[in-house]
């Protein structure tokens, strides 16, 4: 399982995107609120994933994405699964409001449930990727049993991945100081708060092509790093996103 097989028009990557708005999201990052940085970061990864999917004044649709968001209740954004041509076509992506709770588990059911429906007719494509986005420990039910099935749905490609980037200050010893030179989090990174050390064990190892895709764009993540981000700043809040359009394509 390499994860080497390229998103195109025939074989499209799916990005199932996961967003937290509880309450918490509309506390500041910097000037904005946290929803609003997330909400940029995610505009700025659809832009990137319409650049790479773009040939001439051609755009294939090369991913195909969902979109998410929960708090007590789950909400469809995109209404389904869309292709990144039509998502292009929409524009503007839907405006969030933060609600109340942050019920993890079952959003997570849901994407269990999207994904048994599409795994079957995604054999010759690139492993779907599920990018969770939260800010705080889930109420309701654990959402570890959930997760780690999902972890464990394959394609000939590999294993589901799950990145999450968790939007906190509380998960890092020392700051990340410079995003550019970070070397990612590590299976034996400190990492100072229990639902941080939650969320590591519910994050896929980066595969080594996406790792070549962020070098492109001069990360140093390490290899071994997992798909886990602390989104402290708007920058890594950013990188977060771009990691879930570093499918390689051709």
């Known amino acids: 399982m390499n994860y080497r097989i390229q998103a195109t028009q025939k074989t499209p990557a799916l990005v199932i995107y996961v967003l937290d708005v509880s309450g918490s999201m509309c506390l500041p990052m910097g000037d904005k609120r946290r929803i609003d940085v997330v909400m940029d970061s995610l505009t700025t990864a659809i832009r990137q994933m319409i650049f790479r999917s773009t040939k001439g004044s051609r ?31 929409l524009g503007l992506l839907p405006e969030l409001s933060p609600l109340r709770l942050t019920d993890t588990a079952k959003a997570f059911a849901q994407v269990e449930k999207l994904l048994q429906e599409e795994l079957p007719f995604m054999q010759d494509c690139p492993a779907p990727l599920v990018c969770h986005m939260t800010d705080g420990a889930a109420t309701g039910q654990d959402p570890e049993p959930i997760v780690k099935r999902i972890m464990n749905m394959a394609v000939p490609d590999g294993n589901v991945l799950v990145e999450n980037i968790f939007i906190s200050d509380q998960i890092l010893a020392e700051p990340v100081a410079d995003p550019k030179r970070w070397s990612g989090i590590l299976p034996e990174t400190k990492l100072i708060d229990e639902h941080a050390e ?42 977060g996103f771009q990691m879930s359009a570093a499918t390689p394509v051709r």
């Open 59 to 89: 755009l294939s649709p090369r991913y195909r994405i969902a979109m998410l968001a929960y708090s007590d209740e789950v909400y469809d954004l995109l209404d389904g699964i869309k292709g990144i041509d039509e998502v292009a076509r």
């Open 198 to 239: 939650k969320l590591r064990k519910l994050s896929s190892p980066i595969p080594d092509s996406y790792l070549e895709m962020m070098r492109e764009s001069s990360y140093s993540i390490e290899k071994g790093a997992l798909m886990m981000l602390p989104g402290t700043t708007p920058e890594l809040v950013s990188l």
